[in-house]
Structure formats: C-alpha cells, structure tokens
C-alpha cells in the first residue's frame, strides 16, 4: 500500500474516531450503554489509524495525576470487602473516565472541532431540557420517592429529573450546562447568539428549579455571582432580577432554599450523619481507603446515624470525603489535581485567546468544575456513571483549549516580548488580535 492511500486511510479513520465521539457525547445525558458503545467504537478506528499512521499519541498535563488517581483506585482493592465487585466497579468506571478523556485529547485538533461536538452536546442538553419539562406538565408525582422529607416540605410533591433518574443528578448535570452556556453568552458578541444563549439559559435556569436541588442551585449562584463581582458587574442586575422573578413566582423553591438557613429537615441531618461515619472510614484507612466503589458495603459497619434502618446508602453526600474515603489521601489528591488544575490555568489564561469562542469555552469548562466543586461540599453527582463522563470530557476539552495552537501562539508572542506573568493584564491582546 502506498503513502498517499495510508494518509487517506489515516484521515478517514481520524474522521471516525470524530463522529464516533459525536456520538458518545450526545448520549451521554440519556444512556451509559449506548455512550460506552460508541465510545469503543471511537478507539476501533484509533487502533485502525495506528497501522496506517504509525503510533501517535498527545500527552497532557494532567497525565500524571490520572494515573496516580486510577493507580490508587486499584490499589484500593486491598482493603475492599468485596474484592471482585471492586475491581470490577473500578474497571468499568476508571476506564470509561481514561478512554473518553483521551478519546477526546487524541481526536480534537481544531476550533471547529470544538464547535461542533459543544454544539451537538446542546442538541442534547435541549432533549433533557425538554424530557424535563414534560415531565412537569403531564404531572409526576414524586413525592413517595423519597427524595424530600414530606413534614418539612409538604407541598412538595414533584421534582423533575428527566433523563438521569434522580433531581439532584439532573441539576448537577444542568450546573455544567448552565456554566458552560453563561461562559459563551458572556464573551460572543454576535446579537443573535447571545438572544439564543440567553433563552437557553434562562430554560435551564427553570429547569433546574424544578429539582428543587438546594446545593446545585447555590453552586450556580455562587458561580455567577463571584464571576460577576471579580470579571463583569453588569451581569450581576439583570442575573438577580431573574432570580427575584423566579423565587417570587415559585413560592415553594423559595421556602425550599431558605430552609438551608433554618429548618435542619430530615436530608440535613442524613448528611451530617453520613459525614461523621465517613470521616471515621478515612481515619482507619488514611492511605488505601475502604476499596474502590465500596461505600455501600462497609457503610453499615460505620452506621451511627440509621442504626440499622434500612435505606440504601451508596455514597457520603460529599465529594470529597466519599473520594477520601474509597481510595485514601494520596487518590483524592490526584483526583484534586485532576479537577483544580484546569480551573486554575482557565481562570488565569481564558482572556489570552484570540477567540471569543475559544475564550467561552474554557471560562466554560472552569466554571462548571466549580459549580461541581460546590456542589460536591453537600453531594456527589459523579458518583453516576453519565456525570462522571461528561466530567471527564469536559476536562478533556478544557485541556485541549489549554494546550492547543490558539493559546500556544499567544504563549510564544508573550516569550518573545519578555512579558512576565505578573505583567500579563498590560499585555496588548487587541494589537495582537488584529495582526
């Protein structure tokens, strides 16, 4: 076989490897099954392009912390239980994360790239959107699922959580989308886009009020409000308008958020009694942690809150305390590095990028790990296999963005012009823009 056909071969299966991505990105938020088929189809055609290409293979900085995390996550399996369950927990899991973070590290090259697997993720987002809404209308009744103490809250009696089977999971899903769309809309200045994003948006927003997810919804405030303080305070008006709107015409979201300041109901208390029993796991298994996945196994050992009432217990409520506790200290601080890094680096360097999409993007990706972040002191929304995939392309698309040509070239003009990073916000981004 001669070069050029190889090359075609080569480009064709990259091409796949793209469209098998598409697709795993888009049902995700719908079906695991179905996004880890596509998923092994994406890394099909990889295998395929190696024998016509050659090996090829684009690390990253965050290569190190991923294999100390899945390294501990293994490693763990010592002290689990149930030791077949874990590795086998761990090999499903672990490997989704490795085989979508660099499925999309080793597929996407280009700014169009970019857009159109954001663009198809919305498509997406929309379908969950609208599940959500449905669901409302036609009128679900949740309240014997027990997803809210009913003596504190009797009015209410649904909360929507349309394709990923539990309120609080849909809206930690829709903080994601919620930062993620905020980001654009606030960069873009195409009138047009910015009226689509904002009706997306304000769509979301009321999605995600009808979780009635205390935590997801204080994350995004959060994020909104201290990006408005310290990046635009123009945004801040017309974002509490919107908030005093919503709360004013849903009485029972209000109730249900200021309750987080008064009333300790029945979901407060679980927490609080979850945390103690969980600190207690991470002091007799600092190193290791109790196995990988096995939270739901040794949590009775550790029950000094239900006293052996029965309910299913399968994590801690809490980032990172459940992570602490699985896999031991030195995981969880993988895992920390995995998250934090990117938000450091997109907080310090989104505004160097010469393309407002681009710059969208990674504020995007930064923002929606720290919703995730704040939503993780009170729950822990990657415990479900569809969030933690999209968590993991998502830092995959921030460390694209990171360490793609765009922000190389700019990187490469400030070396050249000896600008040191104390001095960066006088550096001429516009004159260099127009070149």
């Known amino acids: 076989m001669n070069i050029f056909r190889k090359k075609i071969y080569a480009q064709d299966c990259k091409k796949m490897m793209f469209y098998s991505l598409l697709l795993t990105v888009f049902f995700l938020p719908f079906s695991d099954a179905i996004a880890t088929y596509t998923l092994f189809l994406g890394w099909f055609f990889f295998i395929i392009k190696i024998f016509f290409s050659g090996w090829q293979w684009r690390k990253t ?27 086998y927990n761990w090999t499903h899991l672990v490997g989704r994360y490795i085989l979508i973070y660099y499925l999309t590290i080793q597929t996407i090259t280009e700014k169009k790239q970019i857009k159109e697997i954001l663009l198809t993720a919305a498509v997406a987002a929309a379908g969950v959107i609208a599940y959500g809404f449905i669901q409302y209308i036609v009128g679900i009744n949740t309240a014997v699922m027990g997803w809210t103490d009913r003596r504190a809250f009797p009015e209410m009696t649904m909360r929507i959580y349309s394709t990923l089977q539990n309120p609080n999971l849909l809206a930690g899903y829709l903080d994601m989308f919620l930062a993620m769309v905020f980001a654009i809309l606030v960069t873009i200045q195409e009138k047009k886009i910015r009226i689509f994003l904002g009706a997306f948006f304000i769509l979301g927003l009321i999605c995600l009020g009808l979780t009635y997810a205390r935590g997801a919804f204080f994350s995004i405030a959060i994020v909104i409000a201290g990006y408005g303080i310290c990046y635009n305070r123009k945004i801040l008006l017309p974002f509490i308008v919107l908030l005093a709107v919503g709360l004013y015409a849903d009485t029972t979201l209000l109730d249900r958020l200021t309750s987080v300041f008064g009333t300790l109901d029945s979901s407060a208390e679980l927490r609080l009694g979850l945390w103690e029993s969980t600190i207690a796991m991470i002091l007799d298994h600092p190193l290791l942690g109790i196995g990988w996945g096995m939270y739901y196994f040794v949590y009775p050992t550790y029950d000094f809150y239900m006293q052996g009432h029965f309910i299913k217990i399968v994590h801690a409520h809490n980032m990172y305390l459940n992570i602490t506790a699985e896999i031991g200290i030195i995981g969880f601080l993988a895992f920390v590095v995995c998250m ?14 010469t393309s407002k999409f681009l710059r969208g993007t990674l504020l995007g990706c930064s923002l929606a790990f720290i919703a995730l972040a704040i939503n993780g002191l009170t729950d822990y929304v990657l415990f479900n296999t569809n969030l933690s995939m999209i968590f993991w392309f998502l830092l995959a698309v921030a460390v694209v963005v990171l360490e793609g040509n765009s922000m190389q070239q700019v990187e490469q003009e400030l070396a050249k012009r000896h600008v040191g990073l104390t001095s960066l916000p006088d550096f001429p981004y516009e004159q260099f823009r127009n070149k």
């Open 61 to 87: 900085m965050l290569d190190f912390p991923i294999v100390v995390f899945a390294v501990m996550g293994i490693l763990s399996v010592i002290n689990a239980p149930e030791k077949m369950f874990s590795i």
């Open 340 to 353: 934090f890094m990117p938000i450091y680096q997109g907080m310090r360097k989104y505004k160097r990028l």
